[in-house]
């Protein structure tokens, strides 16, 4: 093993520990669903934990012991919401400490020492977080755009379980970024006269990738979005379709891969060498493809004329 990467195992801190506990919990559940039909656990609890939306329609019917715990997919707003709250104060604290020299609040610090921040790590920039949340921000302020604008919402659930995670999910997303952050104490440690002399090419690359996904990502909600309306813009039925254009003529879900790929876009603003955010792209790539397998089962199964070529989340590989 290569020396930085014993280095970085060996700092397994609280934060990696979470991100790598789940990321081996969507890699075994993706594994479990690729074994043959036969072999795949038939437990009702299991198989409604993981799925949501469409892929819980189908046959058999769901135990009422399952429906008893469902909430409407339409909730997917209350995680933006969520998020750009949260975040938006992480980065008003950060904005704070970087510009203004304001150190972050105690009880904020004393958590990010909790989940292992550490003292001026070494060859972090501090406008490489900044940034990340920057995107963050604006990523959940987008998705909750689209939720209340874009999207049109049928009566699909979603387990409270996964309710509840979702509401966590970017509250611990945007301390795993604040976390990268080098400090002095309580304030944010920055190199030089000023935060932005920091500025480095991959910043620009990560900053270019994050609005080329993005920009597909909201193609891809829109062309679903507007399957279930007229071309007045009126919402007329609810039913699945086969939706076509963008990425969609590679993949199932192209809207987990644009998902999957703003992750990596702030990983390349991370300067490609942070080993916590390459936990939570990791953590991302399986539970997205996860996901989108089970996507992918439901429209073959729904419909005959599915297209023959269309990948479930890699164009031309899954």
Known sequence: ???????????????????????????????????????????????????????????????????????????????????????????????????????FPSWLHGLLRILGAAQFQGGELALSAFLVLVFLWLHSLRRLFECLYVSVFSNVMIHVVQYCFGLVYYVLVGLTVLSQVPMDGRNAYVTGKNVLMQARWFHILGMMMFIWSSAHQYKCHVILGNLRKNKAGVVIHCNHRIPFGDWFEYVSSPNYLAELMIYISMAVTFGFHNFTWWLVVTNVFFSQALSAFLSHQFYKSKFVSYPKHRKAFLPFLF
């Open 1 to 103: 093993m290569a020396p930085w990467a014993e280095a970085e195992l060996s700092a397994l801190n609280p934060l990696r520990a979470v991100w790598l506990t789940l990321t081996a919990a969507f890699l075994l559940t993706l594994l479990l669903q690729l074994l043959p039909p036969g072999l795949l656990p038939g437990c009702a609890i299991f198989q409604d934990l993981i799925r949501y939306g469409k892929t819980k329609c189908g046959e058999p019917p769901r135990p009422a012991a399952c429906r008893a715990f469902d909430v409407p997919k339409r909730y997917f707003s209350h995680f933006y919401i969520i998020s750009v709250v949260w975040n938006g104060f992480l980065l008003w604290c950060l904005t704070q400490s970087l510009f203004l020299g304001a150190p």
